[in-house]
C-alpha cells in the first residue's frame, strides 16, 4: 500500500524573525506539530473534491521576499492596511490612530500583549476540520490585531489589501486577529490581490473575537491570479446578543480553498454568511462552511451561490450543529448553483446535526442551468442571446452582489463579473 503523503519538511522553516518572543515561540511549537503531518487526500472527507488540486512543492515552501515592494497606490473609501507577501507595509497604510481602536502589527507588539495574543490565536478555528491552518501559525511572518475598546466605532470600512507579487515561486502567510469589545462597530474589507506568473501558496487565517453586543462586518473578496493556490480559513467566536455578518465574493484559480467557522456562543448571538463563487475554464474553487449554535435563543441564516462554466469545478459544503443547550435557535442555509457548460461540475452538501428538540432549521441546495423558455421569451423581444445570458445569469447572484455593504467593492465585483461574462458567454 502506498504510503499517505506527508508535509514536507520544507514547510516548516519559517523564515522571519521579527517578531516578540512569545510569538516565536507559538510559531516554534505549532511547527513541531506539524511533523509528519498527513496531506488531505481523497479519504479525507472535507477534501475529498480538492486534494487532487493542492500542489505542496519544495519550491513553494520559500518565503517570498518583501525587499523593496512599496505597497499598493489603490485609492480605497476608507483605511487601509497594505501587506505584501503576508507583511505589513506600514509606508503604504492610512489607519487612524485612536485612542479606543489599536490598529498594530505584530512585530510592533510589547511581550506581554504578544502573550496574551498567542494565547488567543487559534481559539476561533477546530483545528481538526481546518488541517492547514496550523500551517499558517507555523509560518507567519507578521500579522495584524485590530483591538476595538468598549463602544469603539470606525465609521468607514477598513481595507486590508493582501498583495501576492508571484515574481519567483513561494508562500505567503498573512494573519489578522480582530477583537472586538462589548457593543463595538467595524467593517473589515480583506483584498487578495496579485501579479507575477510563478506558482504560489497563499495560506491565510482571519479570526473574530466578538464580545457582548458587538457587530461587525466581514467582506472578503479573493482575485488571486491562475497562478496562486489559496488556502484560507476564518474563524468567529460571538458572545451574547453579538452581530456577524460576512460577504464572501471568490473567483476560481488552481485551488480556492476557504473555510468560514461561526461559533454561536452567547444567548441572542446572530450571524449572516452571504457567498458567492464563479469559475471557468479549469478552475477550482471550495467554500466549507460550518455554523456552531451552542447558546440558545440564536439565529444564523447562510445563502451561497454558485457559477461554474467550462469544465471548472465549485464545491459547497454547509454545516449547522445545533448543540442540545441550544433551544430556540433558528437556523436556515440556502444553496443555489448554476451549470454554464456540460463539462463544468458542482458538488454541495448542506448538513444539519440537531440536538435540540425545541428549534427552527431549514436547509436546501438546487443544481440546474439556465432556463430555455426564459432565454427564449428575452431572446424573442429583440434582446440577443449573448445580453439574455448575462442578464439570466446576473440575477441569479444579484441578489447578494447588492448585499455587500460597501459601493467600492460592489463595483470592483460587478466589474469582475463583467469580464467573466464576457468569456463565458460569446455571441452566436
Known amino acids: 500500500m502506498k504510503p499517505a503523503p506527508t508535509l514536507s519538511t520544507a514547510f516548516l522553516?519559517?523564515?522571519?524573525?521579527?517578531?516578540?518572543?512569545?510569538?516565536?515561540?507559538?510559531?516554534?511549537?505549532?511547527?513541531?506539530?506539524?511533523?509528519?503531518?498527513?496531506?488531505?487526500?481523497?479519504?479525507?472527507?472535507?477534501?475529498?473534491?480538492?486534494?487532487?488540486?493542492?500542489?505542496?512543492?519544495?519550491?513553494?515552501?520559500?518565503?517570498?521576499?518583501?525587499?523593496?515592494?512599496?505597497?499598493?497606490?489603490l485609492a480605497v473609501p476608507g483605511f487601509k492596511v497594505v501587506f505584501i507577501n503576508g507583511v505589513m507595509m506600514p509606508e503604504a497604510s492610512e489607519y487612524p490612530d485612536l485612542n479606543d481602536i489599536l490598529i498594530q502589527r505584530f512585530g510592533d507588539l510589547s511581550d506581554s500583549e504578544a502573550s496574551e495574543l498567542a494565547e488567543r490565536l487559534d481559539s476561533t478555528l477546530d483545528s481538526k476540520a481546518v488541517q492547514?491552518?496550523?500551517?499558517?501559525?507555523?509560518?507567519?511572518?507578521?500579522?495584524?490585531?485590530?483591538?476595538?475598546?468598549?463602544?469603539?466605532?470606525?465609521?468607514?470600512?477598513l481595507f486590508v489589501i493582501h498583495e501576492v507579487t508571484a515574481d519567483a515561486s513561494g508562500s505567503a502567510f498573512p494573519r489578522i486577529f480582530v477583537d472586538a469589545g462589548r457593543n463595538s462597530q467595524i467593517t473589515l474589507v480583506e483584498e487578495y490581490i496579485s501579479s507575477g506568473e510563478e506558482p504560489v501558496l497563499v495560506n491565510s487565517v482571519t479570526e473574530f473575537a466578538l464580545a457582548e453586543g458587538a457587530n461587525v462586518t466581514n467582506v472578503r473578496l479573493n482575485m488571486g491570479g491562475e497562478n496562486i493556490q489559496h488556502v484560507g480559513a476564518t474563524g468567529v467566536l460571538q458572545q451574547r446578543s453579538s452581530r456577524f455578518e460576512s460577504h464572501c465574493v471568490g473567483f476560481g484559480g488552481p485551488l480556492r480553498r476557504h473555510d468560514l467557522q461561526v461559533r454561536l456562543e452567547g444567548e441572542g448571538a446572530e450571524c449572516k454568511l452571504n457567498g458567492v463563487v464563479v469559475t471557468q475554464g479549469t478552475q477550482h474553487y471550495d467554500n466549507h462552511t460550518t455554523i456552531e449554535h451552542v447558546a440558545a435563543h440564536c439565529d444564523s441564516?447562510?445563502?451561497?451561490?454558485?457559477?461554474?462554466?467550462?469544465?471548472?469545478?465549485?464545491?459547497?459544503?454547509?454545516?449547522?450543529?445545533?448543540?442540545?443547550?441550544?433551544?430556540?435557535?433558528?437556523?436556515?442555509?440556502?444553496?443555489?448553483?448554476?451549470?454554464?457548460?456540460?463539462?463544468?461540475?458542482?458538488?454541495?452538501?448542506?448538513?444539519?446535526?440537531i440536538y435540540a428538540d425545541d428549534v427552527k432549521c431549514a436547509h436546501g441546495a438546487t443544481i440546474g442551468q439556465l432556463d430555455e423558455e426564459s432565454l427564449f421569451y428575452l431572446v424573442s423581444r429583440g434582446i440577443g442571446r449573448r445580453e439574455a445570458n448575462v442578464l439570466l445569469t446576473m440575477a441569479f447572484i444579484n441578489e447578494l452582489v447588492v448585499q455587500i455593504p460597501v459601493e467600492a467593492v460592489r463595483d470592483t465585483v460587478q466589474a469582475r463579473l463583467n469580464q467573466f461574462f464576457d468569456q463565458a458567454f460569446q455571441e452566436i
Open 13 to 73: 522553516h519559517p523564515a522571519g524573525q521579527a517578531l516578540p518572543e512569545p510569538l516565536l515561540a507559538l510559531r516554534k511549537r505549532r511547527g513541531a506539530a506539524l511533523v509528519d503531518m498527513p496531506l488531505p487526500t481523497r479519504k479525507t472527507e472535507n477534501w475529498k473534491y480538492s486534494s487532487k488540486y493542492l500542489k505542496l512543492t519544495d519550491e513553494m515552501a520559500i518565503s517570498l521576499p518583501t525587499a523593496g515592494k512599496t505597497g499598493s497606490a
Open 132 to 157: 492547514l491552518a496550523g500551517l499558517n501559525s507555523a509560518r507567519f511572518e507578521d500579522g495584524l490585531v485590530i483591538r476595538l475598546k468598549p463602544d469603539a466605532v470606525l465609521d468607514q470600512p
Open 301 to 353: 441564516e447562510e445563502t451561497y451561490r454558485n457559477i461554474a462554466a467550462d469544465k471548472s469545478h465549485a464545491v459547497f459544503n454547509g454545516r449547522i450543529h445545533i448543540h442540545q443547550d441550544a433551544q430556540k435557535s433558528n437556523a436556515n442555509m440556502n444553496n443555489k448553483n448554476l451549470l454554464l457548460s456540460t463539462g463544468a461540475e458542482i458538488d454541495t452538501k448542506p448538513e444539519l446535526e
